[in-house]
């Protein structure tokens, strides 16, 4: 239950339910192939499943990235991309994909291809908006857009049904679309550091929400069971 507040940039922690949520972040297998060199992974594209390139100064990903079709996850944070090849959608077994501190300001349509995806991490980049293909990505269970420049959340990612956690803080949010409160797989919402000012009806229908993190720089009355 959610109580009513009259309170001026207070720090908002609802507690649902008291269950653990488990992480749905990629967790190491030391089992997997991993590869930090594109050009070593390239000499075994079978055998690669997990593909490190971060911190490697790329200003591109290259289009060869579509030959390991047995990669299971991909890393390429802290590098200088802008966007991300088409061929990023021809990975059909991609579980996990981090994006994270590049420069990414649109994504190709062809990344809704990515039928396993279950980890999505994009933040610290650029992104206002994401392609209509995102929506089919029925998979995903952890979806991070922290630190980009959305002003609202994407229509597509509400067709998004078994998000288990989602994180759009700091952003420039204003309000928390409707659509929202239908994704109700979410168990843990993060919608710290926006512009949001008031929590509108519906947050009752995300059933299985567990935890809530908002900020309000202003905030009314606010009732909600």
Not at 159 to 183: C, D, H, Q, S
Request: hydrophobic content about 40%.
């Amino acid at each position: 239950m959610i109580r009513q507040l009259a309170w001026s940039g207070i720090l908002l922690l609802f507690l649902f339910t008291f269950p653990a949520c488990d992480s749905t972040e990629p967790e190491d297998d030391p089992d997997i192939n991993e590869y930090h060199s594109l050009e070593e992974a390239l000499k075994n594209p079978d055998l690669v499943q997990r593909l490190n390139l971060g911190n490697q100064g790329l200003e591109e990903l290259s289009p060869q990235i579509s030959v390991f079709q047995n990669l299971e996850e991909l890393i390429v944070e802290n590098n200088y991309l802008t966007t991300l090849p088409p061929e990023i959608g021809s990975l059909p077994k991609l579980n996990a994909l981090t994006v994270e501190r590049n420069s990414i300001t649109s994504l190709p349509d062809e990344i809704g291809n990515l039928g396993a995806l279950a980890a999505f991490s994009m933040a610290y980049n650029r992104l206002d908006t994401l392609p209509l293909t995102f929506g089919n990505l029925q998979a995903l269970e952890y979806v991070n857009l922290t630190r980009n420049r959305f002003t609202t959340v994407p229509q597509t990612v509400m067709n998004l049904t078994n998000v288990k956690r989602f994180n759009m803080e700091t952003n420039y949010l204003t309000t928390i679309p409707a659509g929202v409160y239908n994704m109700t797989s979410i168990m843990r919402l993060t919608l710290r550091s926006n512009n949001i000012e008031s929590l509108p009806d519906g947050i009752g229908q995300m059933v299985n929400l567990e935890l809530l993190w908002l900020v309000f720089e202003r905030l009314g009355d606010m009732v909600r069971d």
